[in-house]
T-cell receptor, first 110, second 115 residues
Framework: SQKIEQNSEALNIQEGKTATLTCNYT??????LQWYRQDPGRGPVFLLL?????KEKRKERLKVTFDTTLKQSLFHITASQPADSATYLCALGNTDKLIFGTGTRLQVFP | KAGVTQTPRYLIKTRGQQVTLSCSPI?????VSWYQQTPGQGLQFLFEYFSETQRNKGNFPGRFSGRQFSNSRSEMNVSTLELGDSALYLC??????????????FGPGTRLTVL
């Protein structure tokens, strides 16, 4: 069955460093991959979408890569700030639905 | 523009009862998707509605159903509630059909507790 893996353990980094979150998947061939941010008690907020034929996408301090050979996406936040602390979800989409990973909690400390 | 709104925000029901949740999408958005979020299973897709028609469906039993009205507002119904239905139910809207390739805007969710 389709499986999406994100680091279940929290990622703790110091302010100013680059945070790198991983999303691995198996038994699936997504055409699209999305990243969302979710804060406690709130719904997810869309960050970036990347297509299978795109290797990399950037938006301000965010960068996403999509390697269909490795079946992996990396999500980078450069110059991280305490306000970036949240849970980050990757979601894979194909022809009919979106499948979410369980998310990685990022904690940026001063 | 107002965001996606969901009502009620919190709900407590007992096993065997049924529940209806409501979602108002962002003005101009015609697609509404529903998700269930639990600590164990994460965020799981329930279904997507566009132009009052269900376009895609996740792997949930028939107890979960929904509908969309002509003004794009949507309702989700769960019948014969079970303890395992306790979850945060999230609604998301997008301009066009296709949650898998469109930016989705999520509401704050309805927290359902089944006792």
């Amino acid at each position: 069955s389709q499986k999406i893996e994100q680091n279940s353990e929290a990622l703790n980094i110091q302010e100013g460093k680059t945070a790198t979150l991983t999303c691995n998947y198996t038994n699936y061939s997504p055409a699209y991959l999305q990243w969302y941010r979710q804060d406690p008690g709130r719904g997810p907020v869309f960050l970036l979408l990347i297509r299978e034929n795109e290797k990399e996408k950037r938006k301000e301090r965010l960068k996403v890569t999509f390697d269909t050979t490795l079946k992996q996406s990396l999500f980078h936040i450069t110059a991280s700030q305490p306000a970036d602390s949240a849970t980050y979800l990757c979601a894979l989409g194909n022809t009919d639905k979106l499948i979410f990973g369980t998310g990685t909690r990022l904690q940026v400390f001063p | 523009k107002a965001g996606v709104t969901q009502t009620p925000r919190y709900l407590i029901k007992t096993r065997g009862q049924q529940v209806t949740l409501s979602c108002s999408p962002i003005s101009g958005h015609r697609s509404v998707s529903w998700y269930q979020q639990t600590p164990g299973q994460g965020l799981q897709f329930l279904f997507e509605y566009f132009s009052e028609t269900q376009r895609n469906k996740g792997n949930f039993p028939g107890r979960f159903s929904g509908r969309q009205f002509s003004n794009s507002r949507s309702e989700m119904n769960v019948s014969t509630l079970e303890l395992g239905d306790s979850a945060l139910y999230l609604c998301a809207s997008s301009l066009e059909v296709g949650a898998h390739y469109n930016e989705q805007f999520f509401g704050p969710g309805t927290r359902l507790t089944v006792l």
